[in-house]
């Protein structure tokens, strides 16, 4: 269920009791004011935020009855309520799920830039191979522009000249016959730099 299809829920107004006399109905005015908070509350869980009304709040919502003017049936409508019950509860778990993920990746990559400084990539090493390696002299060179721009940062600069998209992009060629890099070890360290990358711009921005 999406918020857009509480939006559009139309109820009927349901069966005519004995020899065509109305049945009692839920007054339309109280039952669309509900539904109009309850697209809000999952429009909101939908941005990632809190819903903004307790399910809870639906459950025990009561409505008027009326046999005059419009109304809805009120077995449809309670029926509706309660999906839309069940919805909400799981949006809201799954936006609580996914700020704590991302409280959890924010923490991490703080602790990963707080343990790398540029000195530390540039006094980086790698272990050689034949097999599965990568060109020793490309990665040292990108290696010191990694440094290079962690050292922007830690000067208080705002402009690095490479950004931990790039630093997640990057490919090396493999060495056919002469030893290289281990790059598998290459790039779980590039995976780090751009952590502590991507870090240091989200505090610029």
Known sequence: ????????????????????????????AEV????????????ATER??????????????????TRIGAGYDPDEVDDYLDQVVVTLRASAHDSE???AQEHRVTAEA?????AMSSADVRGRTFATRGMGAVEIDA???????????LAVYEAGGH??????AEVIAARFEPTMIRLGYNSDEVDA????VAVALAHHERLRD
């Not at 990632?48 to 009855?65: K, L, M, S």
């Not at 703080?110 to 707080?114: G, I, L, N, Q």
């Open 1 to 28: 269920m999406h918020s857009s299809d509480i939006r559009a829920k139309r109820f009927s107004s349901g069966p005519s009791g004995i020899f065509g006399i109305t049945k009692e109905k839920y007054a339309a």
């Open 189 to 192: 360290f590039l995976g780090d």
């Open 97 to 99: 799920a996914a700020k």
């Open 110 to 114: 703080d602790e990963v830039s707080a």
């Open 159 to 164: 402009d690095a000249s490479l950004t931990a």
């Open 48 to 65: 990632g935020d809190a819903p903004t009304i307790d399910p809870d709040e639906i459950v025990v919502a009561q409505f008027r009855y």
């Open 32 to 43: 669309d004011a509900l539904l109009a908070r309850c697209a809000e509350a999952l429009e």
């Open 139 to 149: 990665v040292d060179a990108f290696v010191a522009r990694c440094a290079d721009a």
